[in-house]
């Protein structure tokens, strides 16, 4: 089962010191008691402190100037010389131009580094993950151009407190540093999957932006791992708000404008209702891409039924997205094809396996 796997998962990291979460907790839309949840059994996993250095964008040169001149009562003369600098030159997303859709169909993987049950991500060599997305999607694209997504698991949470009682650690940021190389080597983008605990969801992104400073780089909320004081991630379904999720968009809008930047991709990850309330205070922002994920796991019936009821009240200026999951779908019946996948109402944008 999907729980006892990631149960299993999460013991394996802890003898081995390497960080562990998780991304969903399995149930499909008709087993899902409101904001009470299942419980989600874990062992607890080290927390690795962030280390190494990122590569932020350079600030650009001053390049014009203008000078006044005044002079005074005492017939002496000064000069004031004041510095503008000119808006940066927009940058290009991976494969051209700065805006995403229609041109773009999204197809990507997600996980983290050394933990198979997290996802597709963590198997094996990155640079063949990649080169297996650019396969796989191809049947996913819809005759548009398909856009290589690499959603790393940067904020992880846990059902242990931590130091600072958040639930939830980072990835080493050589380790976001690494994906961010692989998926320039194949012009992709990378999404930071944010799982927050009880920590904010701003403050989370904020502690990224050395790397959403970047083109290809964007972020993945987490919402159902988004608990408040006194609960614990894993016995109850998190949830976030409207607002919550435009205090991000407007942060993420802000970086886009200063270092003139491409469209960046904010996904939020929704596998029930209840997860995410007040959804009309989400607005639109410039600059800024806001995907919805639909993650529910089961027979494609199931899927397609928790698909239309999470998207119903999806506001205009959000697009939607579709999460598959190999081995827990294929459980319960086969892997949705392509074309299946692509004939939802909304038609996803972005289409991720775990």
Known sequence: MAEARRVAAAA?????????????????????????????????????PPVGTGTPSATPEPTATSTATTTTTA??????????????????LPR?????????????????????????????????????????????AGGRELLPVLELIATIVHPVPGGDGMYRSHQPTRTVQDHLDAARRHDAILLLN?????????????????????????????PEWAVDEGQVPGRVYGRTTGEELDGVAAYLAGLVEEHGLPEKVMVYHQVHTSVVRDEGGLEAHPGVVVIKSVDGIGHPIDKVLTYDLVTEHMPDHVVAGFKMFYEEDAAFGPIMTGKEVLALEPEPEYILFE
């Open 12 to 48: 394996g990291l802890v003898l081995t010191l390497l960080l562990a979460g998780c991304t969903d907790p399995g149930p499909g839309a008709s087993d899902i008691p409101g904001s009470t949840g299942p419980t989600l059994d874990a062992a607890p996993a080290t927390v690795t």
């Open 96 to 140: 051209g131009g700065a805006e995403l859709f229609p041109r773009f169909r999204l197809f990507g993987y997600s996980g983290a580094p050394f933990s198979p049950g997290l996802g597709r991500l963590g198997i094996g060599d990155l640079d063949e993950r990649v080169e297996e997305m650019e396969e796989r999607g191809q049947e996913y």
């Open 75 to 92: 017939t002496t003369t000064t000069t004031a010389t004041t510095t503008t600098a000119e808006p940066p030159e927009a940058l290009e």
């Open 194 to 222: 944010i799982q927050p605990g009880r920590a904010d969801f701003l403050d989370e992104v904020r502690h990224w932006e050395e790397f959403l400073v970047e083109p290809d780089v964007g972020v993945a909320l987490d």
